[in-house]
């Protein structure tokens, strides 16, 4: 079946730094999500990558889908404590659309 | 809008026991999801129900958790009997299309503890 993996599962980051989180499947996907999920509280939504090659921005937040449509990074520019919680990308496979299978997530720390 | 709504929040039962947890979807969102998300992990769907049938539900333990959403609806997941491996958060999940094309919308889940 489709897996999703993302690294690094850890990232320690300095206040002001940037840093890339990646996420590979194993299965060409038809889009990829992203949620965001804080400590103690849920996933929450952030951004859908459905064209081949996109790139997107929020703020200090760079999301881009691969050519082959099989991966997908964030960057984060000048870190904030804000930033800090587990990245998930999440997508279904290609003839299998309803079904969307999460990362384990990139957790984020931020030392101040 | 409201968002989900679930309960209850946390729960702490004795291995072999029963549990249901209960979810109310954002209202008119005709997709609701179950998922079980362990610590450190990613949230791992336990089943999808359009409107009140079942999309999917290939990773649902069926031998010990069944699922519900009569009207289309709120939705129940039971767990009976637990096992100490089923301590995790339960997440429900809504979306206003059948495909996972459109964004997910959490609610704040019912953290499950089995003694």
């Known amino acids: 079946g489709q897996q999703v993996m993302q690294i690094p599962q850890y990232q320690h980051v300095q206040e002001g730094e940037d840093f890339t989180t990646y996420c590979n499947s194993s299965?060409?996907?038809?889009?990829i999500q992203w949620y965001k999920q804080r400590p103690g509280g849920h996933p929450v939504f952030l951004i859908q990558?459905?064209?081949?090659?996109e790139v997107k921005k929020q703020k200090r937040l760079t999301f881009q889908f691969g050519e082959a449509k099989k991966n997908s990074s964030l960057h984060i520019t000048a870190t904030q404590t804000t930033d800090v919680g587990t990245y998930f990308c999440?997508?279904?496979?290609?003839?299998?659309?309803?079904?969307?299978?999460f990362g384990a997530g990139t957790t984020v720390t931020v030392r101040a | 809008e409201a968002g989900v709504a679930q309960s209850p929040r946390y729960k702490i039962i004795e291995k072999r026991q029963s549990v249901a947890f209960w979810c109310n979807p954002i209202?008119?969102?005709?997709?609701l999801y179950w998922y079980q998300q362990i610590l450190g992990q990613g949230p791992k769907l336990l089943i999808q129900?359009?409107?009140?049938?079942?999309?999917?539900d290939s990773q649902l333990p069926k031998d010990r958790f069944s699922a519900e959403r009569l009207k289309g609806v709120d939705s129940t997941l039971k767990i009976q009997p637990a096992k100490l491996e089923d301590s995790a958060v339960y997440l429900c999940?809504?979306?206003?299309?059948?495909?996972?094309?459109?964004?997910?919308?959490f609610g704040p889940g019912t953290r499950l503890t089995v003694t």
């Open positions: 999940a809504s979306s206003n299309s059948g495909t996972s094309g459109t964004e997910q919308y």
């Open positions: 209202s008119g969102h005709a997709t």
């Open positions: 999440a997508g279904p496979s290609l003839g299998d659309d309803y079904k969307l299978s």
């Open positions: 299965t060409t996907l038809s889009n």
């Open positions: 990558l459905v064209k081949s090659g």
């Open positions: 129900f359009q409107n009140n049938g079942v999309v999917d």
